[in-house]
């Protein structure tokens, strides 16, 4: 009953966690707006949606920042109000920070900080104006602690908390609620889809991902999560991320001493 006729705009929809979030919304009976680059995916995904009057295709670029003001005026004409924004694309990074160009650094913190940042901004007055609203931005375990290889995707990550932590106390009063997700390990593509130093595509699957929970799943989790509106959303903690999260909580010594020899890949 929650999600029915809710109006919900899910960035990063045409693969993964957004894919299947968009589908379980919709399911649930929500009102589903679908964003990414890839057109034709999110095409073929509300393909077999058959309540033509459920879903609207927004294509979008997140790190286009100059579009973000009118895609969001887009998407708010579409039904004259946004119920959730559940702000989910992003890029992953594979390389050591010294072999890393200056444009790709810009690049994933453009689409994963000030693309959710941004589209989040975007969205704020209207939902300060009805009175109500739910941004969920989903971030990582890497946004909790930093790990080799990561560098500036972990920092993203971090940005990403730091925004929404402070958003949250601002819109509190507002009838906003920001449920901040932190998925481990769910199995889509985002190691394959990772980028190189150079900006190219790392292109393998990830043992983690490969073993972590499944996308659907996740998206139920999430579901749950913003319906309790849990601060915070956790899915798909393997045991050794668990205990990295406890470590760098209270032992942050110990845990910097793991990672210089802790094999990621
Ligand atoms: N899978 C995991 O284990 C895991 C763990 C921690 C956090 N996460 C986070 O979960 C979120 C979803 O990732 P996923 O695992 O579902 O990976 P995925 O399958 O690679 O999906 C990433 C999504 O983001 C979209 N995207 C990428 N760049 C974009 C841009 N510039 N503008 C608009 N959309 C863009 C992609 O669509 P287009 O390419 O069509 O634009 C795609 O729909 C990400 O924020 C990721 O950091 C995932």
Redesign the pocket.
């Known amino acids: 009953m929650f999600w029915k006729n809710k109006i919900c705009w899910i960035?990063?929809?045409?693969?993964?966690?957004?894919?299947a979030l968009a589908q379980k919304l919709y399911d649930a009976g929500a009102r589903v707006i679908v964003?990414?680059?890839?057109e034709n995916?999110?095409k073929s995904l509300c393909s077999s949606w058959e309540d033509r009057e459920r879903w609207y295709i927004l294509p979008?670029?997140?790190?286009?920042h100059d579009n973000l003001a009118s895609a969001a005026a887009d998407a708010l004409k579409h039904w004259g109000r946004i119920d959730a924004l559940i702000n989910?694309?992003?890029?992953?990074q594979r390389s050591l920070a010294a072999d890393t160009d200056f444009s790709v650094m810009k690049n994933i913190m453009?689409?994963?900080y000030l693309?959710s940042a941004g589209l989040a901004r975007e969205v704020l007055p209207s939902m300060i104006e009805q009175g109500s609203g739910i941004i969920a931005p989903?971030?990582?375990?890497?946004g909790k602690f930093s790990t080799p290889l990561r560098t500036t995707?972990s920092a993203s990550?971090m940005a990403l908390q730091g925004f929404y932590d402070g958003l949250r106390a601002e819109v509190h009063d507002k009838g906003i609620q920001v449920n901040f997700?932190?998925?481990?390990?769910?199995?889509?593509?985002?190691s394959?889809?990772a980028m190189d130093g150079k900006g190219g595509k790392h292109g393998e699957m990830d043992p983690?991902?490969e073993s972590?929970i499944s996308?659907e799943n996740a998206a139920l989790i999430i579901m749950k999560g913003i319906e309790k509106n849990k601060l915070e959303i956790t899915m798909?903690i393997a045991p050794k991320v668990r205990l990295a999260l406890f470590l760098s909580r209270n032992f942050p010594g110990i845990l910097a001493r793991m990672l210089r020899t802790a094999e990621v890949k």
């Open positions: 960035t990063g929809a045409s693969s993964g966690i957004g894919e964003s990414a680059r890839s995916k999110l979008l670029d997140v790190a286009d989910n694309a992003g890029v992953s453009d689409i994963n693309g989903v971030s990582s375990v890497a995707y990550k997700i932190v998925p481990g390990f769910v199995r889509t593509n985002i394959i889809n983690n991902q972590g996308p798909g």
